[in-house]
């Protein structure tokens, strides 16, 4: 288990409850969560269960751009997501989102990069070493001059991630991006997630219905559907069969060794190996 | 098909020619000038003079190809549209001499041409983004300068998606082949109806990522890459004045 | 459940897109009745490009495709998706009706020029979507569309299905309903190919072939546990091996078993830890 440098909390969500405009059901309900600096949270649920809406809460597309009715406290960096702007959520909050498509705005992957940057008004020379930064910590410096119409998704995505850390933000939000992306794209970009907490202690809050590969990344896993049904280490919540209880998918090792009877779960392959092996060695 | 040839001249190209190397603004300069300048003369000589400056000027950028290009896909359109107008001219004065006629045809002609080359030299050599910048640097606001960078982008998207959507009605048995030109009218709404559904989800998603990236959060914006009018920009501006100025003045014919 | 008759043969399949680009270089495959095969291989590996030949969407640039003894050269490809239907992986890229009833008939009307309300009706009931008959296909979810646009081909029936990516975006609960309806399609005897990379989908799928592209060429074609348990094979694919496979390579142990499926790995690794271990621990 890495160890974490793990702060005071910088997502507060108290009793949050929001209606989409012209909806009688809520897309969240009562949903209470508090999210310390430099933990990475997984958020699973059923379709539908309110995981990309709770995404768009947390860099205030909602209430901003979808308008509706939020009620309830939201509190991101000590900013009151209900009466912020969006800009200044902007600052703290970055966002990648499913598509890899539809979220490049620009013609080359430079522009891209620098595209929120310039948004903000940074000075060029400050422009120029964010883009250095983003390229080389996404690995992906070669691609500096490409047109975007001419990536794959895997790169696509790790544009769009680019574009976004260039900003530096406190807590970066992805909302399911690995659906349309390679097993090997979406291994490399939980690698690079885990990599970068550990640098920068930057807060991070994946939603995820593949959990085969992410679970093992994860200091706490919410299960949403509407409201927070559990939440915990993923070790403590996975010792129930929570695939059958909430329609998440597990990873199939875990499932395998809670049939078998172990205690101690494995939530990667790497573990599963370890806990083997000590059973082996235990026997004799 | 026309659709593509056109599509095709106005893609931006990479590439290192002097007209890459300019400022946006001055080529914009040179194109709006040298299109007044052609309707400021009806002489013959003088526009097939101008024609040729800028035909030189599409072979100084590697560009004639293109231009043959797009001239040859647009050729029975042009043609159509100047018979009708010269039609017309007759209609209007029918004693008109007709070596006068030819001669309004021709510089109707010339000026087609004139301008097209110009058009077609300038979206070559200006990448969206830099024309972006150059109007936004000229006072545009830049919420209003963007979406030519942001349609741009999507052209092959969209090209692509379209495409999409034709298989997969074909592969459900839809066939365009068949029937008479009512039929067949119809058939495009299983065509249509997607492809506008996916471009308005693709609206709101590109909305959302540039709002999460501060997208109109402020007035103005920094650009990451500068402009500048160097001694280059001068210098050709100047020159191609000059050229067009004698162009226009000085044949005679 | 090998019928041993050939229903789908590419000879020698080159085929170059009008930019320039080749796809596919010298395809050799032959997809039999009853088969239940994976392709996959990383993108941009020619697999959308290669179902498309299967349905005459795409004819080849060099070599030929039969598709039930008919070259697809000289058929339509309203003729041939009669007998190949295709699920593509964005349903919004096809429906333009109103109502999911009305979308699953577009299908029906165009091959045989006659709507049968109860056909409809109990293809929908199948795949679990019957509430949903007078809906809009724009107001519901995504796993209840992918499964409105497979309504859309079952319902007339064709051969051989073939689907495309089709757990992309979907959540647990409608990948398993999908496995489901999937398992008994192919136990009825329907041909089922599916591409996808969701590996561990795969995994529990049942297949009895695997088929992988790389760069336009067949490099492997065999059966799942073979393919699974390739960890270079996968890797050049940019795949990774399912849970199960990387596990029992990591132990060093793939020359003596190679389990797949949970349940064969449950007996393996009781087998291997050994029973009395867990007897305190069993319930």
């Not at chain 1, 933990?39 to 308008?67: D, M, Q, W």
């Not at chain 1, 983003?134 to 500096?144: S, Y």
Request: charged letters at 25%.
């Amino acid at each position: 288990m890495p160890t974490n440098r793990i702060g005071k909390a910088v997502i507060v969500l108290e009793n949050l409850t929001y209606f989409y405009p012209g909806s009688d059901t809520p897309a969240l309900e009562n949903v209470n969560l508090r999210v310390c600096e430099g933990e990475f949270v997984l958020v699973a649920g059923p379709s539908g269960g309110g995981k990309s809406t709770l995404c768009r809460v947390l860099n205030g597309l909602i209430p901003h751009f979808y308008g509706g009715r939020l009620r309830g406290r939201v509190l991101v960096d000590g900013i009151n997501v209900s009466t912020a702007p969006v800009r200044e959520l902007s600052k703290r909050v970055g966002m990648v989102f499913q598509n890899p498509v539809n979220q490049i705005v620009n013609v080359t992957v430079e522009e891209e990069i620098a595209f929120g940057l310039e948004n903000m008004m940074y000075p060029p020379e400050v422009i120029g070493e964010r883009i250095e930064w983003a390229l080389k910590v996404l690995g992906i410096e070669h691609l500096r001059r490409r047109p975007t119409h001419a990536l794959s998704g895997g790169e696509l995505q790790k544009v769009a991630l680019a574009s976004v850390l260039a900003l530096r933000p406190k807590i970066l939000v992805l909302d399911e991006v690995t659906a349309n992306m390679d097993p090997y794209s979406t291994r490399e970009l939980l690698r690079l997630l885990r990599k970068l907490k550990a640098e920068t202690g930057t807060t991070i809050v994946l939603v995820e219905h593949r959990l085969s590969e992410a679970m093992q990344y994860a200091d706490r896993l919410v299960l949403l559907n509407r409201t927070v049904v559990a939440e915990g280490r993923p070790r403590d919540l996975l010792k129930e069969d929570v695939a059958e209880l909430l329609g998440v998918e597990e990873p199939p090792i875990t499932r395998l060794f809670r049939r078998l009877g172990i205690d101690s779960l494995p939530l990667s392959v790497e573990e599963a190996v370890e806990v083997i092996k000590e059973c082996v060695e235990a026997k004799r | 098909m026309l659709v593509e040839k056109v599509s095709q001249a106005l893609l931006y190209e990479g590439g290192d020619s002097v007209l890459h190397r300019l400022d946006p603004r001055v080529k914009l300069l040179y194109a709006v000038l040298t299109a007044l300048a052609v309707f400021c003369t009806e002489k013959p000589g003088a526009l097939t003079a101008m024609l040729v400056v800028q035909l030189l000027v599409a072979y100084a950028s590697s560009l004639l190809g293109r231009v043959a290009s797009l001239v040859r896909g647009l050729v029975p359109f042009l043609l159509t549209i100047m018979a009708l107008n010269t039609v017309l001219i007759y209609v209007v004065s029918p004693g008109i001499e007709y070596l006068e006629l030819v001669r309004v045809f021709y510089a109707m002609v010339m000026r087609v041409l004139v301008v097209l080359v110009v058009f077609t030299v300038f979206i070559s050599t200006t990448s969206p983004h830099e024309l972006m910048q150059g109007l936004v640097e000229m006072g545009l606001s830049y919420t209003a300068a963007y979406p030519l960078v942001v349609a741009f982008r999507f052209i092959p998207i969209v090209f692509a998606e379209v495409q999409n959507v034709y298989d997969a009605q074909r592969a459900r048995g839809l066939e365009f082949e068949r029937g008479n030109v009512l039929e067949r009218l119809r058939k495009l709404v299983p065509i249509i109806v997607p492809s506008v559904v996916c471009s308005l989800l693709r609206a709101k998603d590109l909305a959302e990522a540039m709002e999460a990236r501060g997208f109109g959060a402020f007035p103005r914006r920094t650009f990451y890459r500068q402009m500048r009018i160097k001694a280059l920009d001068v210098a050709f501006l100047a020159m191609i004045a000059l050229v067009e100025v004698l162009c226009v003045t000085l044949v005679i014919f | 459940m090998r019928g041993g008759e050939e229903v789908i043969v590419a000879e020698n399949v080159w085929y170059r897109y009008p930019n320039g680009y080749t796809a596919l270089r010298g395809v050799n495959l032959r997809i039999n009745r009853g088969d239940a095969v994976a392709i996959v291989g990383a993108n941009g590996s020619g697999k959308t490009t290669l179902i498309k030949h299967f349905n005459g969407l795409l004819k080849p640039s060099q070599g030929r495709v039969l598709v039930l003894d008919t070259d697809t050269r000289s058929a339509s490809v309203a003729k041939l998706a009669r007998w190949v239907g295709i699920v593509f992986q964005n349903p919004l890229n096809q429906f333009f009706r109103d109502s999911v009833e009305a979308e699953v008939a577009f299908a029906l009307e165009n091959f045989t020029g006659e709507v049968d309300p109860e056909k409809i009706c109990s293809v929908l009931r199948e795949l679990g979507i019957e509430h949903l008959r007078r809906k809009s296909p724009f107001e519901i979810s995504l796993g209840e569309q992918r499964r409105v646009a497979l309504a859309s081909v079952l319902v007339y029936e064709p051969e051989i299905l073939i689907l495309d990516e089709p757990t992309a975006g979907l959540d647990y609960n409608s990948k398993m309903k999908l496995l489901s309806i999937l398992k008994r399609l192919h136990e009825k005897g329907r041909t089922l190919i599916v591409v996808s990379h969701d590996i561990e989908f795969l995994a529990r799928m049942l297949l009895n072939r695997v088929v992988v592209l790389s760069d336009g060429r067949v490099v492997f074609d065999g059966s799942p546990k073979e393919a699974f348990y390739n960890v270079l094979l996968l890797l050049s694919s940019r795949l990774v091996p399912p849970q199960i496979p990387e596990l029992v390579i990591r132990l060093g142990l793939e020359h003596l078993f190679n389990p797949l499926s949970e349940d064969e790995a449950y007996d393996f690794l009781r087998s291997l830890i050994g029973g009395s271990f867990l007897a305190g621990r069993e319930s």
